[in-house]
């Protein structure tokens, strides 16, 4: 057994490994990043998962219900660290688990991935409480340096294949077999399918107990427009195109759009070896957020920007994109599409920091097979040689491209081993007085 | 510590876009600090803070009398006015400096409970360093400074001989000093309006932008260092905390003095502008000797303090207009606020390096924030990037 198979078994039993393996963990893993380029090519099939906020039980839960490394081919799309409890474990095993298998997992920078914020939301202080010194936290913020600004998903199938028998317990007792027009399944963490949708909608079939149980829709955005799919699913609008075998390819990225970004080429150019500026491109992939808006507006984050249905329709025409798939916001029933499915948010963190009640969701995307595994579809270089002639006065099709096919697999967090938390942080009596006073008081008298 | 841990320590400030300003005093405290706590200390919540057996009493070499004195606030405002529709029952108190050009925003500051408006007054001097243009009104609330009670106009306002402490009273004063200071100045319209609460100040500003009575004319409010889940847990030990304080000090020196010692306030500049409005002379029975008390009985107060903060996120959240809220120490955030948070509906900024009286102990930090925070919301100032389709042409 390695010295990288012994780190993966104590860091998946919740244990963290010795300084020094972390920092040769990290030089590895920069080694590896360093020759990835900002926008990391991916081959379907793909699972894609959003935020984990150092949650690491539930990022053990996310491998039972997804799969393991290297079984299933995972990309992450961020926020590994702070807020939650288990930010080195979390990340070190992720880390550990791309240099050990580094073509079956792929990891791309959220806005948590900085010094800054790493400095004021937990994952600094864990550091020095675990190792008593600074040195992990900077050895990781190098790492955070070299991650990959985005990832494009080539090869998506627009059909659903089967559910693979992940756990060989119940196989869903369907419902008849999965059919070619099948576009969105919803399935719970037991591997039962609760909701689908077809491309043509001729067949819509749910669990009406799963239904009813999602509370009210607490997402970003609170007027969706009227659809018949379960709250977080856009799927039965309209995106009911052609039935092909290749969807156009998949963008992933932390945060969203960028005003500075038309292109997919944009961004492979951006010089991303930095801590995360305040503005800029870069700056806006970590921080922007969807809404119902036209065009651009201004995030309320106080960093990145709002973008509307026009932008992202426009962005993924472009690029010959079917959808973009992106994290960055709470969502409570664990993903949410957005403008005809264009754009999904896709929230990997149950019950998030340990009290807001939300499940979690992770986005399966097939395979074409249809050409024998050849990717015939855009990997988003799309217009290159026409410079920026080829952006003006361009019309957006009437009918958008046929979207991959969608499968969410939704989980709620896992049982916590509250033993190893720190306890409880003393409440600060704080809202007229200095936390401290009565600190100070006691040692007065 | 370690030497490498304050190397650290420093390297890890450096990184940072703005430095934290800290006042000379802190920086030295820091270092006491630090030098004597474990690193673990520092790790909890990355505050600056006592370490074990450290006195507080010990003096510091800087603590002779004469850094204690009082410092006025003319320097810091242009005017203070004495605001009051006919026959109200408050005459308020309020400091100003008025906007120099009709675009320039009015910065509305409204400070926590037991302070008054002076509590701003050193951040004011950062914020009109920063842009010169701005108008600033910080008003005293009732109970509060030198805001007058007129209890023969007043009778309503008064239960059991005790004044209505109430948020939405406080909310009401808000807005009619704001009225008042547009009649005053013969204004057709508002300016733009920021709103800035401070703790208790903070729950008052939110209700006032949540009813809306300025419409678009607010922009923007911001919130310092209260939040509604670890307010009313904090509420459990308030009487404990009120009850150890000191209720007379010997002069005005020995109240800036407990403020620092007590690092209730962190930044003696700050400390001697804002403290000597927290306190007034008391009657003294020889004639003689002046001792000083507390302005604001805030023991009395505690019937409302459920009052002042229950709601608060939900009211955060659905106000209009840009929000900001900057937290001290750590981010301490409720499950509503933290979902909120995480859904990208409002700007989070944590100054670790900060104790609750954000705005005195690191004036100029909560200056630059504000004014970004202000510039980002003020429309007529951003430039959003042209449309996707129009670039290039």
Redo the contacts between chains.
């Keep these: 057994m390695s010295n990288l198979d012994k780190a993966i078994a104590e860091l998946r039993a919740c244990r963290i490994i010795p300084e020094n393996e972390v920092r040769e963990l990290c030089f590895k893993a920069r080694e590896l990043l360093i020759e990835e380029g900002n926008v990391v090519q991916v081959d379907a099939p793909v699972t894609i998962c959003g935020d984990i906020h150092g949650q690491f039980h539930d990022l053990i839960e996310l491998f039972r219900v997804g799969g393991d490394v290297p079984d299933t081919n995972y990309l992450f799309m961020g926020d590994f660290v702070d807020r939650g409890f288990y930010s080195i474990e979390s990340f070190l095993l992720l880390l550990c688990l791309k240099v050990r298998y580094p073509d079956r997992i792929t990891l791309i920078r959220g806005n948590h991935e900085s010094?800054?914020i790493t400095?004021?939301?937990g994952f600094?202080?864990e550091c020095?409480?675990k190792y008593?010194?600074?040195n992990v936290w900077?050895y990781c913020c190098e790492v955070f340096d070299y991650l990959a600004l985005g990832a494009i998903v080539l090869g998506t199938s627009t059909r659903l294949e089967r559910v693979p028998s992940i756990s060989d317990t119940q196989q869903t007792e369907d419902l008849t077999p999965t059919e070619d027009d099948t576009e969105l399944e919803i399935l719970n963490a037991d591997n039962v399918i609760t909701a689908r949708f077809s491309r043509n909608r001729r067949r819509q079939v749910m669990d009406p107990t799963e239904l009813t149980s999602s509370s009210p829709s607490?997402?970003?955005i609170q007027s969706t427009p009227i659809r018949n799919g379960p709250a977080g699913t856009g799927a039965t609008s309209d995106s009911n195109g052609s039935i092909g075998n290749n969807g156009g390819a998949v963008f992933c990225v932390h945060g969203g759009l960028s005003?500075?970004v038309?292109t997919i080429d944009m961004i492979r150019l951006l010089d991303r070896k930095q801590?995360v500026p305040?503005e800029g491109a870069m700056c806006d992939l970590l921080w922007s957020?969807p809404d119902d808006i036209e065009?651009?507006?201004?995030?309320?984050?106080?960093a990145g920007?709002l973008f509307g249905a026009n932008?992202v329709k426009?962005?993924n025409h472009f690029n010959d994109l079917s959808l973009v798939a992106r994290a960055?916001?709470?969502?409570?029933e664990g993903f949410k599409e957005m403008f005809d499915s264009s754009i999904v948010t896709v929230w990997s963190a149950p019950n998030?920091?340990y009290?807001?009640?939300?499940v979690a969701a992770i986005l399966e995307l097939g395979e074409d097979t249809s050409n024998g595994g050849t990717i015939a579809r855009s990997n988003g270089d799309v217009g290159r040689s026409l410079g920026?002639?080829a952006?003006?006065?361009?019309q957006l099709p009437a009918e958008p491209r046929p979207g991959p096919g969608r499968r969410y697999r939704v989980f709620a967090a896992a049982p916590q081993d509250y033993k190893g938390m720190p306890a409880k942080?003393p409440?600060?009596?704080?809202?007229?007085?200095?936390?401290?006073?009565?600190?100070?008081?006691k040692?007065?008298r | 510590m370690?030497d490498?841990?304050k190397s650290?320590a420093r390297q890890?400030f450096d990184?940072?876009?703005i430095d934290p300003p800290l006042p000379p005093n802190a920086n030295m405290l820091e270092q006491e600090d630090r030098d004597s706590s474990s690193?673990?200390s520092?790790?909890?919540?990355?505050t600056i803070?006592?370490g074990p057996g450290?006195?507080?009493?010990r003096k510091r070499p800087d603590a002779n009398s004469e850094s204690y004195s009082p410092v006025p606030w003319h320097s810091f405002f242009t005017t203070t006015l004495k605001l009051s529709w006919v026959h109200s029952p408050f005459i308020y108190h309020a400091y100003y400096t008025p906007p120099i050009t009709p675009e320039a925003p009015l910065f509305v500051l409204h400070h926590?409970?037991?302070c008054s408006g002076l509590s701003f007054a050193a951040c004011v001097s950062h914020l009109k360093a920063i842009a010169p243009d701005i108008g600033i009104l910080a008003a005293d609330a009732r109970g509060h400074g030198e805001t007058q009670f007129r209890p023969e106009y007043g009778d309503e306002e008064l239960t059991d001989g005790k004044l209505n402490m109430s948020l939405e009273r406080l909310a009401d004063d808000l807005e009619a000093v704001i009225e008042l200071l547009k009649k005053d100045a013969g204004w057709e319209h508002l300016p733009n309006i920021v709103l800035i609460g401070h703790?208790?100040g903070g729950a008052v500003v939110t209700e006032v932008a949540m009813r809306g009575k300025f419409g678009r004319k607010v922009l923007a409010f911001a919130v310092l260092?209260?939040v509604e889940g670890?307010?009313m847990?904090?509420?459990?030990?308030?009487n404990?905390?009120l009850a150890?304080?000191p209720q007379v000090f010997p002069s005005l020196e020995a109240g800036i003095e407990w403020h620092l010692?007590?690092?209730?306030?962190?930044n003696l500049d700050s400390a001697r502008i804002s403290v000597p409005s927290y306190l007034k002379p008391l009657a003294s029975s020889d004639g003689q000797t002046t001792k000083y008390e507390w302005v604001t009985d805030?023991a009395y107060t505690s019937p409302y303090w459920n009052d002042w903060?229950g709601g608060m996120s939900r009211k955060f959240l659905e106000a209009r207009g840009?929000?900001?809220l900057l937290l001290?120490?750590?981010?301490?955030l409720d499950?509503e606020l933290?979902?909120g948070q995480?859904?990208?509906?409002?700007?989070?900024?944590?100054l670790?390096e900060a104790?609750?009286?954000i705005q005195e102990d690191v004036p100029e930090k909560t200056a630059h924030l504000l004014i970004e925070?202000w510039k980002?919301?003020d429309g007529s100032l951003?430039v959003?990037?042209?449309?996707?389709?129009s670039?290039?042409?």
């Design positions: 010094r800054q400095t004021v939301y600094y202080d020095l409480r008593g010194s600074a900077r607490s997402s970003p005003p500075l038309e801590e305040h957020d065009g651009w507006g201004l995030s309320p984050r106080g920007f932008i426009r962005f960055h916001q709470l969502v409570m998030y920091c009290r807001c009640g939300n920026d002639s952006f003006q006065n361009l942080k409440v600060a009596d704080y809202f007229l007085v200095s936390r401290f006073c009565r600190l100070g008081k040692r007065q | 370690s490498l841990q650290f890890k990184n940072l876009p690193a673990s520092i790790s909890s919540t990355g803070r006592p450290q006195g507080l009493a926590g409970a037991g703790s208790l260092d209260v670890s307010a847990d904090a509420l459990r030990s308030m404990a905390y150890a304080r010692r007590s690092r209730t306030i962190r805030l903060f840009g929000k900001l001290a120490g750590t981010d301490r499950k933290m979902i995480m859904q990208g509906k409002y700007q989070l900024q944590v670790p104790g609750h009286f925070f980002r919301n951003l959003l990037p042209p449309k996707v389709g670039a290039g042409n």
